[in-house]
């Protein structure tokens, strides 16, 4: 939980806003551009999950429907994943970063971590939602 409240006060400190919004990404070369580029692609993949969600809640919820009460439990269970996947991805982002530990690497390898996890989650989110058959 340390890394979900230190990030917004590490990319506080990057840049100003009004720099943030001048940063091409296609074209980042300095490493403030790319610690920029790298929280704005976290954050898109963050609200893709955040958009799923309610999706894969909804699914959770019809699969526990038609069940007797003694047998429903798939909503907790998704519920249970989620926060048990959260705590994981963000020790294990933390982690990542410790290879530029102190560095102006470190922010930068931590947000990559945090969006290659997070799209991986709504692909997983999504399966539950639309199983291939």
Do not use: H
């Not at 074209?27 to 309610?54: G, S």
């Amino acid at each position: 939980m340390r890394l979900a409240l230190a990030l917004p006060f590490l990319c506080a400190l990057i840049a100003p806003a009004a720099a943030e919004e001048e940063v091409d990404c296609a074209n980042a070369v300095t490493q403030i551009d790319m610690t920029i580029c790298t929280d704005r692609d976290y954050k898109a993949a963050d609200a893709e999950l955040n958009a799923v969600w309610p999706q894969a809640r909804a699914a959770a919820k019809a699969m526990d429907a038609g069940l007797e009460d003694s047998l429903k439990g798939a909503d907790k269970a998704l519920l249970a994943a989620q926060r048990g996947w959260i705590a994981y991805r963000d020790g294990r982002c933390e982690l990542a970063g410790f290879a530029a530990r102190g560095g102006s690497l470190e922010s930068t390898l931590v947000l990559s971590c945090l969006a290659d996890m997070t799209r991986a989650r709504t692909e997983e989110l999504r399966q539950l939602i639309e199983p291939e058959q």
